[in-house]
C-alpha cells in the first residue's frame, strides 16, 4: 500500500538535496516568505520549493550554482512597482539572491504581499488553474506533410491528426 509523504518531510528532503550555501540562502528567502504570509502552502514541484495559495502557483525557490532566484509567477504584475525584479517572460519574474550575500528580508516581504494581492485581485497575470484551460483543437495536416515539415508520427504528441498516414520510414523507432 502506498503512502503518502507529508509535505513538511518534502521540504526538509528539498533542503537536504541543496549546497551549504544554497541552503542558508534559500531557508532565509523561505523564511522571509512565510513572516510575509504564514498561511501559504509549500510544496516541492519541478525540483523547486513553491509556495501556493489553494492551487495557484504564487512563487518558486530555485537554486543555481552561484544565486538562488525567489521567482513570481505572477512577477509581470509587480515589474513596475519593484525594479529589483529581473526577468522578460510572459508573467515569469524573479529576484536573484547571490550566495553568501545577506537576504533583503524586507524588500522580499514586500513582494511577498504585494503577489498576494496581486493574486487576490484578479491574477495579475497568473495561469488558470487545470480545470479551466481549455485544450486546442486538433488541426488537420494535408497528406504529403513529412515530419520534417509538419507532423512527426502518431506516436509524437502533438494535436494533429493525419488524413491519410505518412508512408516514409517511422522516425519515432
Excluded at 491574477?123 to 488541426?139: I, K, Y
Excluded at 502533438?158 to 517511422?170: I, M
Aim: proline share 8%; net charge positive.
Amino acid at each position: 500500500m502506498r503512502g503518502t509523504v507529508r509535505p513538511n518531510a518534502l521540504v526538509a528532503a528539498y533542503f537536504d538535496t541543496l549546497t551549504p550555501e544554497q541552503r542558508e540562502t534559500a531557508q532565509a528567502l523561505q523564511r522571509a516568505v512565510l513572516e510575509a504570509a504564514p498561511a501559504l502552502l509549500q510544496s516541492v514541484k519541478w525540483g523547486n520549493l513553491v509556495f501556493m495559495t489553494g492551487r495557484d502557483n504564487l512563487m518558486a525557490i530555485v537554486a543555481h550554482k552561484s544565486h538562488v532566484n525567489l521567482q513570481f509567477f505572477n512577477g509581470a504584475a509587480l515589474a513596475a512597482q519593484f525594479p529589483k525584479l529581473e526577468g522578460t517572460g510572459k508573467s515569469l519574474r524573479h529576484l536573484k539572491c547571490r550566495l553568501r550575500q545577506p537576504v533583503d528580508t524586507a524588500l522580499v516581504q514586500a513582494l511577498v504581499r504585494a503577489a498576494l494581492e496581486a493574486s487576490k485581485s484578479g491574477g495579475g497575470g497568473l495561469a488558470s488553474p487545470v480545470s479551466e484551460r481549455t485544450v486546442p483543437p486538433r488541426v488537420s495536416v494535408p497528406s504529403d506533410t513529412s515530419p520534417a515539415t509538419g507532423c512527426c508520427g502518431p506516436r509524437c504528441g502533438c494535436r494533429c491528426v493525419r488524413k491519410t498516414p505518412w508512408s516514409g520510414p517511422a522516425p519515432w523507432r
